[in-house]
């Protein structure tokens, strides 16, 4: 799967945000070591601390399917109904996640479009990351 689908994916994710309180739809695509693509959406609550962000949702999915090896991620987000004006980067729990079954040179793909995103690493999101690995 190439980079513009995965991200394609993750838009369509975003059409299924639940976000009524902040008015901000995010959209997840999960690629797996596989080939399978989990996909995920934001899904806000009124208490606000149980809120899942799409990514978390994704992964959420993925590793309940028994799925631990993830290849790349792509994220979509911005104002319900409206083109994004700047790239939505993965909050810093969902960064967390991600640090806790991939490894740092792990691409993460910031949309605005299909065409516009910006690519990163996850040890590019997050430097010195508290991993399993700290544990040890």
């Keep these: 799967m190439d980079k513009r689908e995965l991200i394609e994916l993750a838009l369509a994710a975003r059409d299924n945000s639940y976000c009524p309180y902040s008015g901000y739809s995010v959209g997840a695509a999960l690629l797996t070591a596989d080939g399978r693509v989990f996909t995920g959406c934001n899904v806000e ?26 290849t790349m991620l792509a994220v979509a987000g911005g104002p319900t109904g409206k083109e994004p004006e700047t790239y939505f980067w993965p909050c810093g729990v ?19 479009s299909a065409a516009d995103y910006r690519e990163t690493t996850l040890a590019e999101l997050l430097p010195h990351a508290f991993s399993p690995s700290t544990l040890t």
């Design 94 to 112: 969902c960064r967390q996640w991600l640090a806790e079954f991939c490894p740092p040179d792990f691409p993460v793909l910031c949309a605005k």
């Design 45 to 70: 609550n009124a208490g606000y601390s149980p809120t899942l962000c799409a990514e978390r949702s994704a992964m959420a999915a993925a590793v309940s399917a028994g799925v631990r090896k993830f």
